[in-house]
């Protein structure tokens, strides 16, 4: 523990002139959050190769592509597994210290407001201080602190161990040198000024787009879907154009003096068959960009803002409303608590993410960190599209904006509350039905996506190959953006990314050791954080953690392997089947209220070998198949001669309730379940005799099946759906699973 040293180093710091040598390497200020491991080359981050098709007459050729050449770096990223203390930390416990210290402090809506410590207090404020003066914001759920006016931030055991130097030493206020002025190691300082380079040298050689000629501006505006937005908006915003890449530039002013950070480039390509892609790409990476654009246009006197999700949303909104408005860094998918202080300042935030049903979901999410009675959401629908669509359609946006409806609602409501929830489901089946699996296209047959707010049971023999289907279930999710927390405490975190890694590389990497680096580099991109637990756990402390996550990162998706390992020997005493169901109850609860999916990996009960496995065959009682909204078996059949045969049944669903079953083939190389079926034979269960001839092989085979569709069979030949909302026990008739 370094709270000694920093005492020791604090203590002589204050005894000096309030500005001596470094302290100790505690945090990570915002203008030096550039730790990560990500090593961007002395090269340029932005390249465009040659022979690349043209994109459009006007510019002769270059498709946008943004690439990152990328080499290795041994150093951890702390990000990629989720701890929490022993005793988690509540508001209680931070009012309480802070009062114990003398600390005056008021509510917030996420952070907790506190005269700065880091300086000498101002002598035009009155002893005591008034609240317009709390500089300092610690926020109620981790304890995370940041001083607007000297960026100082860090912990809440790094400001415990302030406020005890202050009280040791017998002072009113703390050098922020001690927390900005720790020593760098040559790593970091180099990768901090590589990236710092970087960023200058593409806003230096990027152009505004009132120096371009009109023909060139009015065709990058209609690139980017900005044709409404006027140039003294572009100009108000500082938003520039790099040539190379034909990339928008948005830079990230920060830091006391307001000094370029960062900037997120976005790219436009056409597909062949002319849809336009976007891409993004930002410098420093995506986790490391905590950039509020527009922040700086906010005047401190401002109460109200709009929230959007890109920033080109934002500029049509400030330029119909005149409201300030701020994008979030990374869009729907994540709010960083360390934007949270930025936005205290707002007694009204409304959130007005995008027109689509993922942007709705965003929101409400968004609106709990935020808190609930200051927001408002706008409801996307046919009138209500995106901030950028809207504009371009003539729609009115201040009125859009004023309609938008408080996120805070009571226990009980009317249909007339529901109506539009209702209709806005019917009208977006398909984004209602959740995010769609790309490997598995079964899969989205049966259960038709994934969904936020559910609880997955999914189960199978041992030894069947669970984790491994389960891990690159999760995987194909997490690589389009699902955040992703998993939760492995069977095997350890270095086994499982190794088969996740080879998942996503589909190749054994142990065979082309020289091609580690460049898939590793791009899997550390993806949005996925492991707990650090092994063996038998605690449930709470399970629950803590995931809740940690989900509110530092978002989390939508938590896997779980397995149950078993959350019922330890603190509960031998008690009854085993009464503590299954509490913890299934617990995730339940935890899905519902945090709008997280949980997958549920359970052990089945020991079964015979030649029988199938059913939702009964779930270890425990009927408890987990109650409360699951799916369940998924892992369906193995064990042959003599070969290796056997798997398959994946739904047994429960209860979105539509569509079930069944469908063959998996598992490639032992690429360690995935993903493969398409080569041939119809290998789904069936049925021996056939070899002959010479393969015409007569395929008669027999037609034979038997003719023979087959008489007689029940136990093994389902082909992949089928059936409607139902029970879950029971399933009759075979060798085609596939029904439900009764």
Known sequence: MWTGRFLRVAASLLKGAGCGPSGPKIWQPPTKRYFSCLLVHRRSVLQYPAGIPAWCHFYGGLKPTVLFPLCRTLKKDAKASIDVPA???????????????GVPFHDGYSCLHAPSIFGKPKSDVP???????????????TGQFLCKETLVEGSWEDLQDCLEVMQKEGQTWISPDILLSYSETLEDQDERERELKEVHRIWSSSVSLLDLLEEEAQLIKTMFQMNKLTNNTLKKFGVRFFKPTKSLVFPWFSGRDSSLHGIKLLSAASKEDGQVVYTEATVPKSSNYHNLFGLPLVGRKDTEV???????????????????????????????????????????????????????????????????KRCSLVRPGEFQPCPSEALVHGRNLARIVKASIPAAHKSIVSFK???????????????????????????????????????????????????????EYALDLCMQGVNTLWGSFEIKNVRLAKIMLTQFAMQRLEENLEQYDSWADKFEELPLYFMTFHGQQNVKTVLDTMQHAVYLYDISHVIIDNLQFMMGQENLSVDKFAVQDHII????????????????????????????????????????????????????????????????????????????????????????????????????????????????????????????????????????????????????????????
């Open 87 to 101: 005793h988690p930390l509540t508001v209680t416990d931070i009012k309480q210290y802070l009062r114990s210290k």
């Open 127 to 141: 002893e005591g201080g008034v609240k317009e003066s709390y500089s300092m914001f610690i926020d109620k759920t």
């Open 306 to 372: 709009v929230l959007t999700g890109s920033e080109i949303d934002s500029m049509a909104v400030s330029q119909a409303t005149g409201l300030p408005t701020l994008a979030l860094p990374r869009g729907v998918s994540c709010l960083p608590p360390v934007l949270l202080p930025y936005l205290e300042q707002f007694k009204k935030v409304t959130l007005w993410l995008g027109g689509d049903m993922r942007s709705w979901e965003a929101s409400k999410i968004f609106s709990r960190k935020l808190g609930l």
């Open 417 to 471: 509350q529901l109506r539009e929830d209702v209709y806005g489901e019917l009208a977006n089946i398909e984004h209602v039905a959740g995010i769609k699996w790309a490997r598995f296209p079964e899969l989205n047959r049966l259960l038709k996506g994934h969904r936020n707010g559910e609880l997955t049971v999914f189960t199978g023999p041992t030894g069947s190959g669970k984790t491994t289907f389960i891990s």
């Open 585 to 740: 109850g617990a995730f339940r609860k935890f899905a519902t209220n945090n709008s997280c999916h949980v997958t549920l990996i359970i052990h089945p009960r020991k079964e015979e070998d030649d029988k199938e496995l059913q939702t009964a065959s779930i270890f425990g009682t009927a408890k987990a198949s109650q409360e699951a909204d799916n369940v998924l078996i892992l369906q193995e059949k064990k042959l003599v001669t070969c290796p056997g045969r798997r398959s994946l049944q739904v047994a429960k669903n209860r979105f539509d309730g569509d079930v069944g079953i469908f063959p998996l083939e598992f490639n032992k190389t690429t360690l995935t379940f993903s493969s398409p079926v080569k041939g119809k034979q290998k789904l069936r269960k049925v021996k056939v005799e070899k002959t010479e001839n393969p015409e007569q092989t395929e008669e027999a085979e037609t034979k038997v099946k003719a023979e087959k569709d008489v007689k029940p069979a136990k093994a389902p030949k082909a992949p089928r759906t059936v409607k139902g909302t029970s879950v029971g026990k399933s009759e075979e008739n060798g085609e596939g699973k029904k439900q009764q």
